[in-house]
């Protein structure tokens, strides 16, 4: 559901369009958003990960921070979006969800929000900020993707792509800007895009990610990026 800002300030920000997640979808789904459960325990886990990460960032004036595991299916689309929304809950603050995920997009799918967002549009500047981002509240906003592309890692070696992204930010003057990534270890859109992050969020698999493969991903960070930590999405059973 879109409706139009009724803002009339001049601020960037206030002249993206408002979208309304379909609740009654959430509710018939499952989705896994620690908004709709405040007092699950993943809820309180996702509110301390969030105050950890803006103490970090305020510490070193950083705001950019890629989500990333290893390989697929591990849950960094989860815990992109839940964190975004655990960040929101921040009065007065403004933080930026951007889906840079071209190989399997899905944070408009988590968030029961239908459109046509083909972030390469945007990316590329082929389509405005305006026209192509729009606003979950007052305090989270959201560059959304809805197309497979295969030439995702080509375009994040584009300045343009970094050029675009600046102007965006410098625009909407964000706290934080949360970026969601491909998997690490299967394709090379991170390693592109490192020299515009501050930082780097690893989530990590309990049931299929190795000890190996975080050490690969420390090994193609060091130098490049702070790693901020490892999220365990899915723990092992201690009985087990």
């Keep these: 559901m879109l409706i139009e800002s009724g803002h009339d300030s001049g601020d960037a920000w206030d002249m993206l369009p408002l979208v309304l997640p379909d609740v ?21 886990a996702f509110d301390l990960l969030r105050t950890r990460l803006v103490q970090a960032l305020r510490k070193n004036n950083w705001t950019r921070i890629a989500v990333v595991a290893p390989t697929s299916s591990c849950g960094a689309t989860f ?85 675009v992204l600046e102007d965006a930010e410098a625009d909407l003057n964000p706290d934080v800007v949360l970026y969601d990534m491909p998997a690490m270890l299967e394709y090379d859109d991170l390693a592109a895009f490192l020299p515009e992050l501050d930082g780097v969020l690893l989530v990590s698999d309990g049931t299929q990610t190795t000890k190996a493969q975080i050490e690969e991903c420390e090994r193609i960070l060091d130098g490049q990026a702070p790693l901020l930590g490892v999220v365990l999405n899915r723990g092992r059973d201690a009985a087990q």
């Design 79 to 163: 815990t992109a979006v839940n964190l975004a929304l655990s960040l929101a809950r921040v009065p007065g603050s403004r933080s930026v969800l951007v889906d840079l995920d071209q190989r399997k997009p899905g944070v408009a799918q988590a968030l029961a929000l239908d459109g046509d967002w083909p972030i390469s549009d945007f990316l590329s500047g082929r389509r405005l900020m305006e026209e192509h981002m729009v606003r979950l509240s007052d305090t989270l906003a959201l560059a959304l993707n809805s197309e497979v592309n295969q030439n995702a890692s080509e375009q994040l070696h584009d300045q343009v792509t970094a050029a």
């Design 24 to 44: 009654q979808a959430h509710a018939t789904s499952g989705a896994p958003l620690v908004d709709y459960h405040r007092d699950h325990p993943a809820s309180k």
